[in-house]
């Protein structure tokens, strides 16, 4: 099996009392990760939201109800909490009056049922968010030499479990994960008036990752108005498919100060949406050099996550010239900006806008042949 980085800090909190929820996409392990941390002596109650009877138990919920549910049950394990109407409650309810009744909560949808379970276990819980596999949890699993073989492979197909563990079938469990979980779930749990709009918008940030992107521009592409495609940008984002970075600017006249990037979690999903499985080696060097952007800003934001780094800032810089950092990592005040190339060639320096502002900045340019120690 493989090892999630986020285990032992789940541990951590378990032990110190705290309830404890995993947020993430459908079909990243979430379940599998709750399993095999519960210990297999302990008395749980497992309640699944994606089960209609269970939906239909918490639509009143009340102390003594809950009280003949826990029973004398000591672990809860709540799954897809946020298909659970006033799960909330419910939760507030076992945290306040079973002490001892430890929690797991996981979810797949950062909306109003999610809101309702952080609002109701304040300050009582630890969150962790949990992504497809990442590169270091699969170099800990075989190697990091192993793993480095395999990026090209990972540039197209990604890091989904199945697909990680399904080799030779992997467009097939691609088309599954888009079809069943991407837009399925996402237009059912959302209301979405116009589907075929949402997957048009999909489609044309899977074509623009790596380039700043306008809700004005989206919307002529797709047919739709602006205020829609921000919608449809913060259903994707809290569905985890899609994440931002906004720029980052220090009130310099050239800085572009209000746009953003949008890149996909997972690059097999990115992909897929477009119907492009090709190999690497069939890859404009344009479309490999922003596929290889995506990736290694996406695995870099999952390091740093799992590794709880809770205050690091992510961003890019830019200027109206069109001078560029790709990636800006702010910690404790300490500003560090990353260029991201596949290709090794010549060294690449920061520009020289972005050192005459930022003097105090470290800069490293990424590359194949120094990812291990970006992601480790």
């Given at each position: 099996?493989?090892?999630?980085?986020?285990?032992?800090?789940?541990?951590?909190?378990?032990?110190k009392k705290k309830a404890v929820t995993i947020m993430g996409p459908r079909?990243?392990?979430?379940?599998?990760?709750?399993?095999?941390?519960?210990?297999?002596?302990?008395?749980?109650?497992?309640?699944?939201?994606?089960?209609?009877?269970?939906?239909?138990?918490?639509?009143?919920?009340?102390?003594?109800?809950?009280?003949?549910?826990?029973?004398?049950?000591?672990?809860?394990?709540?799954?897809?909490?946020?298909?659970?109407?006033?799960?909330?409650?419910?939760?507030?309810?076992?945290?306040?009056?079973?002490?001892?009744?430890?929690?797991?909560?996981?979810?797949?949808?950062?909306?109003?049922?999610?809101?309702?379970?952080?609002?109701?276990?304040?300050?009582?819980?630890?969150?962790?968010?949990?992504?497809?596999?990442?590169?270091?949890?699969?170099?800990?699993?075989?190697?990091?030499?192993?793993?480095?073989?395999?990026?090209?492979?990972?540039?197209?197909?990604?890091?989904?479990?199945?697909?990680?563990?399904?080799?030779?079938?992997?467009?097939?469990?691609?088309?599954?994960?888009?079809?069943?979980?991407?837009?399925?779930?996402?237009?059912?749990?959302?209301?979405?008036?116009?589907?075929?709009?949402?997957?048009?918008?999909?489609?044309?940030?899977?074509?623009?990752?790596?380039?700043?992107?306008?809700?004005?521009?989206?919307?002529?592409?797709?047919?739709?108005?602006?205020?829609?495609?921000?919608?449809?940008?913060?259903?994707?984002?809290?569905?985890?498919i899609i994440f931002t970075l906004p720029s980052y600017a220090k009130n310099?006249?050239?800085?572009?100060?209000?746009?953003?990037?949008?890149?996909?979690?997972?690059?097999?999903?990115?992909?897929?949406?477009?119907?492009?499985?090709?190999?690497?080696?069939?890859?404009?060097?344009?479309?490999?050099?922003?596929?290889?952007?995506?990736?290694?800003?996406?695995?870099?934001?999952k390091r740093n996550e799992y590794a709880g780094r809770t205050f690091v800032?992510?961003?890019?810089?830019?200027?109206?010239?069109?001078?560029?950092?790709?990636?800006?990592?702010?910690?404790?005040?300490?500003?560090?900006?990353?260029?991201?190339?596949?290709?090794?060639?010549?060294?690449?320096?920061?520009?020289?806008?972005?050192?005459?502002?930022?003097?105090?900045?470290?800069?490293?340019?990424?590359?194949?042949?120094?990812?291990?120690?970006?992601?480790?």
């Amino acid at each position: 099996m493989i090892k999630r980085a986020i285990a032992e800090r789940i541990n951590n909190a378990l032990a110190k009392k705290k309830a404890v929820t995993i947020m993430g996409p459908r079909q990243v392990g979430k379940s599998t990760l709750a399993d095999s941390i519960i210990p297999k002596d302990e008395r749980i109650l497992e309640i699944n939201g994606d089960n209609t009877d269970v939906r239909n138990m918490f639509v009143d919920v009340d102390e003594a109800k809950i009280k003949t549910l826990i029973g004398n049950n000591n672990f809860l394990f709540v799954d897809e909490a946020q298909k659970i109407q006033n799960v909330g409650n419910m939760l507030k309810i076992v945290a306040d009056k079973f002490k001892d009744v430890k929690i797991i909560v996981t979810g797949s949808s950062a909306f109003k049922q999610t809101e309702a379970v952080n609002e109701s276990l304040t300050g009582r819980k630890r969150e962790f968010k949990l992504y497809p596999f990442s590169f270091k949890e699969m170099s800990d699993y075989t190697s990091v030499l192993e793993e480095s073989r395999m990026i090209d492979h990972r540039l197209i197909y990604g890091y989904y479990p199945e697909v990680v563990t399904s080799p030779g079938d992997e467009k097939e469990v691609i088309k599954e994960l888009i079809d069943s979980y991407l837009y399925k779930d996402v237009l059912e749990e959302n209301n979405i008036a116009k589907p075929d709009k949402l997957v048009k918008l999909v489609q044309a940030l899977a074509f623009q990752i790596g380039s700043t992107v306008s809700a004005t521009e989206l919307a002529g592409l797709v047919g739709i108005d602006s205020k829609t495609v921000e919608r449809y940008i913060e259903i994707l984002e809290k569905s985890y498919i899609i994440f931002t970075l906004p720029s980052y600017a220090k009130n310099q006249r050239n800085e572009l100060k209000f746009a953003r990037k949008l890149y996909f979690w997972d690059m097999g999903i990115r992909n897929g949406v477009i119907g492009n499985m090709a190999p690497v080696s069939l890859r404009s060097p344009e479309e490999l050099g922003h596929m290889w952007e995506n990736f290694v800003i996406a695995e870099r934001l999952k390091r740093n996550e799992y590794a709880g780094r809770t205050f690091v800032q992510h961003y890019f810089w830019r200027t109206q010239q069109k001078k560029e950092v790709d990636l800006i990592e702010i910690e404790d005040g300490l500003i560090t900006g990353y260029e991201i190339k596949w290709k090794e060639g010549k060294r690449v320096g920061a520009p020289a806008s972005f050192t005459a502002t930022y003097s105090d900045a470290h800069f490293e340019c990424i590359t194949p042949k120094n990812l291990m120690r970006f992601l480790m």
